[in-house]
C-alpha cells in the first residue's frame, strides 16, 4: 500500500511537470509545506485543548495524528531505498515547535485534569516535561543507531 501512494504521489509530480526544474522546484515546494504542515497542526491541536470543554480536550491530540501518519510512510518508503538521514538538531526549530506543544498540554491539564475535579495538572505537567526532555536526549542516539542498522541492512542487500 505505501508504494501504491508513493507511486500516486510520485506519478502526479510527473504529470505536473513538464521538466527537471520545474519538477525540483515542486519538490522543494512541497518540503516547504511538508515542514510548515506540522507547526499549524500543533498550534490547531493548542486552539483546540483549550477550546474544548473538560475531558474532550483530549481530542486535541488527534490533530496531530495526520502528520505523523504522513510522515510514517514517507519514512517507510525511503528507508527501503536509503538509510535513514542523520539529522542534527536545530534548536531555533525546535523552540519554535515547543511553544505550541507548551501551550496544548498546559490547555490539556487545565480542562481535563482541573483542580476543581481533585485531579492535579501539576503531575500532568511534570510528566509531560520529563517525557519531552527524555525524547530530545534520547532522539539522537536513536537516529544514529537506526542510521548504522539500515546502512547495514542496505549493505547486505547490495552483496546479495
Known sequence: MINAIANYSLNEIERATRDEFERDTLYKACVIGMTSI??????????????????????????????????????VWMRKRVAAPLVGRNWAAIAVYLIPLIVMFTGIAYNAYAPADDHNPA????????????????????RRRQHRRDLARLDAELED
Open 123 to 142: 503531575a500532568y505537567l511534570i510528566g509531560t516535561a520529563v517525557g519531552a526532555i527524555a525524547a530530545l536526549a534520547l532522539t539522537p542516539f536513536y
Open 38 to 75: 506540522p507547526f499549524l497542526e500543533l498550534v490547531v491541536a493548542a486552539i483546540l485543548a483549550w477550546a474544548l470543554p473538560g475531558q474532550l480536550c483530549m481530542l486535541s491530540l488527534l490533530a496531530i495524528v495526520p502528520s505523523n501518519l504522513g510522515n510514517a510512510i514517507g519514512s
